[in-house]
């Protein structure tokens, strides 16, 4: 008995040392990379109800997180694919296995790769990173490679090679599913849904050192988008995708840390380190 009051006395004793050196989240450099920008797309295509004679250079890029837990983990991974160069003019393109390079890193450092959504310029280079995961949405993965090629199914702007590529990555145990809205998957990043680009589209939170970053994808194409609180021109749900933005500004610590999917402004605003890489803080 006397033991035992002692290892609890001692126990009491070191909780509150222990509760002190419990690890902490890890939390994350976040980068904006580019890997090209295709010239002259039409604003309305992006802005529900934007003047159509509009014309924008937009910004085609994957977001870096560096973990200060070691991680190297990608947000989309473009696209690489010859017969999409026949369909889309690109300027300055890179494979997004090359332009993390500018980052100084390479395709087998990457530990996790997230797909916001199985469009073709997002999804592209998933199978360019030979060690990472590669995670999306439950919802997503199921109806891309099933119902959506069925009669009445909706499959536009997915590419068949990406739904192999991903079967086969899935065959090969590197694919986790989230399940669901408001998930922390992988420590120090929460996955969220709604905003309906695409059948399950996802966004995420990072828990990053400038505070909680969101990287909107294409769930929010330009910043004009949040500026004018217009849904973006490509959604399954307006409403829904209004109510995502609304969303994101209360989970970003700031409105300025709200990365959307296509906006060249995004290299102005943070104009370091610069060569097509812009650090988010």
């Not at 696209?79 to 296995?97: A, I, M, P, T």
């Not at 990365?259 to 370091?272: M, Q």
Request: net charge neutral; charged share 20%; hydrophobic share 40%.
């Amino acid at each position: 008995m006397r033991k035992l009051i002692l290892v609890v006395l001692l126990l009491a004793v070191l909780a509150p040392a222990l509760a002190q050196h419990k690890p902490s989240k890890p939390t994350y450099e976040v980068y904006a990379v580019s890997y090209g920008i295709i010239p002259d797309f039409p604003v309305s295509g992006l802005v529900a109800g934007a003047d159509r004679s509009r014309k924008l250079d937009i910004q085609m890029m994957v977001w870096l997180l560096k973990g200060s837990n070691g991680s190297n983990i990608l947000v989309d991974s473009g696209f690489y694919r010859e017969k999409l160069f026949k369909q889309w003019k690109v300027k300055d393109f890179l494979k997004s296995s090359e332009a993390i390079a500018k980052a100084g890193l390479k395709p087998e450092d990457i530990s996790d790769v997230i797909i916001t959504h199985m469009h073709w310029d997002h999804a592209g280079g998933m199978d360019l990173f030979p060690k990472a995961r590669i995670w999306i949405q439950q919802d997503e993965y199921a109806y891309y490679t099933g119902e959506a090629w069925q009669a009445g199914g909706a499959h536009g702007g997915i590419d068949v090679e990406d739904v192999m590529a991903i079967v086969k990555l899935n065959t090969d145990g590197r694919v986790r599913v989230v399940k669901g809205d408001d998930q922390e998957a992988i420590e120090g990043i929460k996955f969220y849904t709604g905003g309906r680009h695409t059948y399950a589209s996802q966004y995420v939170a990072v828990n990053a050192k400038a505070g909680t970053v969101v990287i909107a994808s294409d769930n929010c194409y330009l910043y004009e988008n949040l500026d004018k609180h217009a849904p973006i021109a490509q959604t399954l749900d307006a409403v829904s995708n209004l109510k995502a933005q609304d969303r994101m500004k209360q989970l970003a610590s700031s409105p300025r840390l709200i990365v959307p999917g296509h906006d060249p402004a995004v290299f102005t605003r943070f104009p370091t380190p610069g060569n097509g890489v812009a650090k988010i803080e």
